[in-house]
């Protein structure tokens, strides 16, 4: 796990100490009335720490304002008063600190805690929602934790805060609203259709949107429970249960009312009863992060027992018995310097942002994805923007959408291109993917060097220079023209002798044999990649039978759905006179150990991919992280996924709820705590070795 190093800012003296405040409730106002702060929330911990150190230093000389003292956000004081303070939480940013926390609050109660409940921190805004006999009456937000501003007018257009509950209770549930990815991108394309400007990211978008009284539209959020209390009047024996209540039991109780909580999410709330427990779970949920379809910043520790947050009381900002355990920040602001367009091995030309540097959770950012021309118009993208930019895990970093209220009026519009940026020729916009009228030999070069790569042909003698040299030298036009070079035209090239030219010829006929799989992984289909192509040639079986299906058989293949079959057949015919040429060269065009599917009305069951039911790993979905050792040392991870696909499993590349098997070799570090987490077998890869030694070499 990465461990969060929030330094502090430093502050050398009392003016510079003011100006500390000022800017860090400035932002912090910013921040809570609609997200659009100029700070982005690890700048703004370090000048609270800053400003936390300046003042234990000076304590006479402390801010009635300072963010330190006061309930977070205090920005906005609406009319409506809290029964209950709606508190902030404290913070920790490591396990040491984490147990620190723990040493303290045992003190405090006078016994260790025995129970904690763990939940992720969800990246929203608390609202507390009022329920009279079971029906949604009022929506408040935090405000300055005292009284909160009424957004009842939102009710309604939160998903998992119903208008009526199960039970006719009188109850106020505190929780979270926020919007999830698909819900932000939705509303960024609402509102920047009705001329409004793009919200920077979820929270701000969350928001904005929650506080909106007059909108031409309604965009949909989400609510997420995390706290259940009686209001006035409830009803006696039910105020009686709650306030003693273990804050687990209250969560599977609003649960049972019809309130949204973690529980539907991969990162439920959980129970651990030792400070061991809580940090494996800390780790688990952060593995987890970049893969949930909404934000958290970090993970709640709270006591689980009544009594235990009885005896640990609150203090004026945050209760004692409960801390966030912040993780890395994963959105920083800065700057879009350019766009890229860059031409791919099949033509298709992407946009990339290009960035000022900066660091997110310990790795410096540059580019960014942009996906397509149309997402650039959706994000409302502009030169020179200040952009909020999301890293998180191994993903590709993206841009979330520019900070618009930091616009100076200098930037500038993106130009899309008018003829590929590679070669000049036509650019065919027809679909959402822009593409080079050239197709795949517009960059002749990249797409040969991904057919003769390890994972496709595996021709080795074929390097980069190579194929230029044999490129430029007109030898070479397309794939199949690889394979009818001669010995003199291979002598002929500068620095070729004859060992290499017969150790390259002797490669390329080798090359003839590779099963139907590789050679199609070779040709580069748009949207097949290893593990599809493998599936498509696993089906078929033979050449012939794939470029006889239509888009209607191509989705028999598993992963193959309405949108992809089109597009995979029509890539096929596209390709066809490069596939004839391949097979004329002797190129091997069936995949071994297969039969063809039988006609269509006939029984699947007497099909090739039916007999798998008798495999070692028939219905297994299988995952393989860390380095492999013994039998399995010398395979790559694209062998080692041939192998389970062979042995009847499918292989993948994520662990989640349907993985079956996780293969954990030296070094597995999130995959293996993931598969942990969520109970999944894992088997060392001597363990493994043995499940399917029927199909190793
Ligand atoms: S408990 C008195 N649980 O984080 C207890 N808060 O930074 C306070 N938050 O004000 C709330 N997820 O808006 C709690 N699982 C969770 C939470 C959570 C997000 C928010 C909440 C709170 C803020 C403090």
Same mark, same amino acid.
């Not at 969060?4 to 500390?20: K, P």
């Not at 909580?261 to 970049?290: D, H, K, N």
């Not at 992963?559 to 596209?574: D, H, M, N």
């Given at each position: 796990?990465?461990?969060?190093? %929030? ?32 700070? +982005? ?66 003190? #405090? ?31 408040? %937000?935090? $405000? ?46 609402? #509102? ?10 979820? =929270? ?10 007059? #909108?031409?539209?309604?965009?949909? /959020? ?18 009686? !249960? ?19 909580? %973690? ?44 009594? &235990? ?5 609150? $203090? ?35 946009? =990339? ?24 118009? =959706? ?8 952009? /909020? ?20 009026? &200098? ?43 390890? +994972? ?31 010995? &003199? ?40 990649? #290893?593990? /599809? ?20 058989? /191509? ?37 071994? $150990? ?11 069951? +007497?099909?090739?991919?039916?007999? %798998?039911?008798?495999?070692? !790993? ?75 030694? &029927?199909?190793?070499?």
């Amino acid at each position: 796990m990465t461990v969060m190093t %929030t330094s502090a800012a430093v502050i050398e003296d009392a003016a510079a100490y003011a100006q500390a405040v000022e800017d860090a409730v400035k932002a912090a106002a910013a921040y809570y009335a609609g997200g659009a702060s100029p700070m +982005d929330d690890d700048a703004y911990d370090r000048l609270v720490r800053g400003i936390a150190a300046w003042e234990a230093a000076h304590p006479e000389q402390v801010l009635p304002n300072s963010p330190t003292g006061k309930v977070a956000g205090g920005a906005l004081v609406g009319e409506v008063p809290h029964t209950v303070a709606m508190l902030s939480l404290d913070n920790v940013f490591s396990p040491e600190e984490f147990t620190a926390w723990t040493a303290s609050l045992a003190r #405090r109660i006078g016994h260790d805690v025995t129970c904690f409940s763990v939940e992720p921190k969800l990246d929203g805004l608390a609202i507390a929602a009022r329920y009279t006999h079971g029906r949604l009456r009022q929506l408040i %937000t935090r $405000g300055d934790g005292t009284a909160g501003e009424d957004v009842s007018h939102a009710i309604g257009t939160i998903d998992g805060l119903p208008d009526q509950l199960a039970e006719p209770v009188t109850v106020e549930v505190r929780g979270e609203v926020l919007m999830t990815t698909a819900q932000f991108e939705h509303a960024n394309e609402v #509102r920047t259709r009705h001329g409004g400007l793009p919200f920077a990211n979820p =929270r701000g978008a969350a928001a904005g949107t929650l506080r909106a009284k007059e #909108r031409a539209y309604t965009v949909p /959020m989400t609510f997420f429970g995390y706290g259940l209390l009686p209001l006035p009047d409830t009803e006696p024996e039910l105020a009686a !249960l709650l306030g003693h209540t273990a804050h687990s039991s209250l969560m599977a109780r609003a649960g049972e009312l019809g309130v949204n909580t %973690t529980s539907s999410t991969a990162v439920p709330g959980i129970t651990a009863s030792t400070v061991g427990e809580v940090l494996t779970r800390v780790q688990g949920i952060a593995a987890l992060r970049a893969e949930l379809p909404f934000g958290i910043d970090g993970v709640v520790i709270k006591a689980d027992l009544a009594a &235990d947050q009885q005896a640990a009381g609150s $203090g004026s900002r945050a209760p004692r018995w409960a801390i966030a355990y912040k993780l890395p920040a994963v959105e920083k602001i800065t700057r879009l310097l350019e766009v890229e367009w860059n031409v791919g091995r099949t033509g298709i030309i992407a946009p =990339r942002a290009v960035l000022e540097p900066v660091v997110i959770d310990g790795a410096t950012v540059t580019y960014a994805t942009l996906h397509n021309p149309a997402d650039i118009t =959706r994000r409302d993208l502009r030169l020179g923007d200040h952009v /909020m930019v999301y890293r998180a895990g191994d993903v590709i970093p993206r841009v979330e959408a520019p900070v618009a209220h930091l616009r100076t009026g &200098d930037e500038q519009p993106i130009a899309f291109p008018d003829v590929c940026p590679r070669c000049g020729a036509g650019i065919d916009t027809s679909e959402q993917r822009w593409r080079c009228a050239n197709g795949r030999n517009c960059h002749l070069v990249a797409s040969l060097s991904y057919a003769v790569g390890r +994972d496709q042909l595996d021709i080795e003698g074929l390097g980069h220079t190579r194929i230029v040299q044999l490129v430029d030298a007109g030898l070479v036009a397309d794939l199949a023209d690889l394979f009818t070079l001669t010995r &003199d035209q291979l002598l002929g090239l500068e620095r070729m002798g004859a060992t290499s030219t017969d150790n390259l010829l002797a490669a390329l006929n080798a090359a003839r044999n590779q099963p139907l799989s590789r050679v199609l992984c070779a040709l580069g289909v748009r949207g097949t990649g #290893r593990s /599809m192509s493998r599936r498509i040639a696993r089906y078929f079986a033979t050449m012939d039978h794939i470029r006889a299906a239509d888009a209607e058989t /191509m989705q028999q293949v598993e992963g193959i759905g309405t949108e992809k079959a089109p597009s995979i057949v029509a890539e096929l015919i596209e390709l066809a006179p490069l596939i004839d040429k391949l097979a004329a060269a002797g190129v091997n065009m069936t995949e071994p $150990g297969t039969a063809p599917p039988t006609p269509a009305g006939t029984d699947s069951a +007497d099909t090739g991919e039916a007999q %798998t039911a008798d495999l070692p !790993l028939a219905e297994m979905a299988v995952v393989v992280t860390g380095s492999m050792t013994g039998p399995l040392e010398k395979l790559s991870r694209n062998q080692m996924n041939e192998l389970i696909e062979r042995a009847g499993g499918r292989s993948s590349s994520s662990v989640s709820k349907k993985t079956t098997l996780v293969v954990a070799g030296d070094g597995a570090g999130s995959k293996r705590a993931k598969a942990e987490d969520l109970g999944i077998r894992l088997a060392t890869p001597d363990e493994f070795a043995a499940l399917i030694a &029927d199909f190793l070499d």
